[in-house]
C-alpha cells in the first residue's frame, strides 16, 4: 500500500525558510515521479513542484520559482521542498504526490505552513 | 497557463439520483503522446484529494463504477449514475498535460 507521510511544516515569520519534507512507502519509489501540491484557500489545488525520477528534471509554477526548490533522495525514499523567502500567500497544507499518468495518484495528508510575524 | 473552469460550483442533489459535473479548459490539451491528461479528484470534507478517473474516463482501483468520466477537446464531464451519502465533498478536475498543471475551482457536491 502506497503510503506518504509529510513533515516539516510549522510557523514561520515572513520571509524565512522551512524546509518540508515527506517519506515514502510502498512503491517503488526510484522509478517515479514526485510532487508537492497546495491547497491555497479559496481557490482550491495548485501544483508547486514536480521532479523526476532521478532528479534531473523539475518544474515549478511561476509564483514559487526562484524561491522553493524540490528535491529528492531515492536511497532514502524522500522527498523535500526547501521554501525560501516565504510570504503570507504561501500559507496553506502542502501534499506530497505519486505522480502516475501525468497526475496525482496518490497523495500524503498534508502538512500546515502558516507564515505570520 | 491551461485555465480550467468547473460548473457548477455547488451541486446539491438527492440520494439516488444522478449527478454530473463540467470542467472546461481554455485551449485543447492533447499531449505529444497522443493522451489527454484529464483527471477527476474527489477530496471528502476533512481528507486527502483522491484521484478517481485518470485520462479522461479510466476509473481507479477501488472507485466505484458509478463514477464514469468522459469529453473531449475542451469539454469534460464526470458524472455520478446514483449518488450517495458517502459521495459528499469537493470534486476537482485537472489538466496534466501542459505544466504547470492546473485544476478547476471545485465543485461542492451536498445532499438536499
Known amino acids: 500500500e502506497v503510503h506518504l507521510v509529510e513533515s516539516g511544516g510549522g510557523l514561520v515569520q515572513p520571509g524565512g525558510s522551512l524546509r518540508l519534507s515527506c517519506a515514502a512507502s510502498?512503491?517503488?519509489?526510484?522509478?517515479?515521479?514526485m510532487g508537492w501540491v497546495r491547497q491555497v484557500p479559496g481557490k482550491g489545488l495548485e501544483w508547486v513542484a514536480t521532479?523526476?525520477?532521478?532528479?534531473?528534471?523539475?518544474y515549478y509554477v511561476d509564483s514559487v520559482k526562484g524561491r522553493f526548490t524540490i528535491s529528492r533522495d531515492n536511497a532514502q525514499n524522500s522527498l523535500y521542498l526547501q521554501m525560501n523567502s516565504l510570504r503570507a500567500e504561501d500559507a496553506t497544507v502542502y501534499y506530497c504526490?505519486?505522480?502516475?499518468?501525468?497526475?496525482?495518484?496518490?497523495w500524503g495528508r498534508g502538512t500546515l505552513v502558516t507564515v505570520s510575524s | 497557463d491551461v485555465v480550467m473552469t468547473q460548473s457548477p460550483l455547488s451541486l446539491p442533489v438527492t440520494l439516488g439520483q444522478p449527478a454530473s459535473i463540467s470542467c472546461r479548459s481554455s485551449?485543447?490539451?492533447?499531449?505529444?503522446?497522443?493522451?489527454?491528461?484529464l483527471d477527476w479528484f474527489q477530496q471528502r470534507p476533512g481528507q486527502s484529494p483522491r484521484r478517481l478517473i485518470y485520462?479522461?474516463?479510466n476509473r481507479d482501483s477501488g472507485v466505484p463504477d458509478r463514477f464514469s468520466g468522459s469529453g473531449s477537446g475542451t469539454d469534460f464531464t464526470l458524472k455520478i449514475s446514483r449518488v450517495e451519502a458517502e459521495d459528499v465533498g469537493v470534486y476537482y478536475c485537472?489538466?496534466?498535460?501542459?505544466?504547470?498543471?492546473?485544476f478547476g475551482q471545485g465543485t461542492k457536491v451536498e445532499i438536499k
Open positions: 504526490a505519486r505522480c502516475v499518468a501525468h497526475s496525482a495518484a496518490f
Open positions: 510502498g512503491f517503488t519509489f526510484s522509478t517515479s515521479w
Open positions: 521532479i523526476s525520477q532521478d532528479g534531473n528534471e523539475k
Open positions: 485551449q485543447s490539451f492533447v499531449h505529444s503522446d497522443g493522451n489527454t491528461y
Open positions: 485520462k479522461v474516463s
Open positions: 485537472m489538466q496534466g498535460t501542459h505544466w504547470p498543471w492546473t
